[in-house]
Nanobody, 122 residues
Framework: QVQLVESGGGLVQSGGSLRLSCAASTNSTSIDSITAMGWYRHRQAPGKGRELVAIMIGSGLTNYADSVKGRFTISRDNDNAKTTVYLQMNSLKPEDTAVYSC?????????WGQGTQVTVSS
């Protein structure tokens, strides 16, 4: 069983910063079985579906959406029982407003967090 627990969303003014955290814990799968972890977001604007924000594959390969490059940074910490992925978001813009969901690919199975709201006011 895999559990993804997110935290860190909220309301911030344009230009501000937030850090999202997602802790992945399992009772039967080792941390080494986690192929990738990252963040997607779903913006409420018309025509905007779910989009990849940032992802870390393995221990260090990262990929970012063009719209967040240079502003967002993904990182990951491991310990014996759980792994945590962070998304440091700087220079936030109103168009970053969305529900951000943590994602993990573990033994070829995708898992999702419950989502956390990020609202950037202008």
């Amino acid at each position: 069983q895999v559990q993804l627990v997110e935290s860190g969303g909220g309301l911030v003014q344009s230009g501000g910063s937030l850090r999202l955290s997602c802790a992945a814990s399992t009772n039967s799968t080792s941390i080494d079985s986690i192929t990738a972890m990252g963040w997607y977001r779903h913006r409420q604007a018309p025509g905007k579906g779910r989009e990849l924000v940032a992802i870390m594959i393995g221990s260090g390969l990262t990929n970012y959406a063009d719209s967040v490059k240079g502003r967002f940074t993904i990182s990951r910490d491991n310990d014996n029982a759980k792994t945590t992925v962070y998304l440091q978001m700087n220079s936030l813009k109103p168009e970053d407003t969305a529900v951000y969901s943590c994602y993990a690919l573990i033994v070829r199975t995708p898992y999702w967090g419950q989502g956390t709201q990020v609202t950037v006011s202008s």
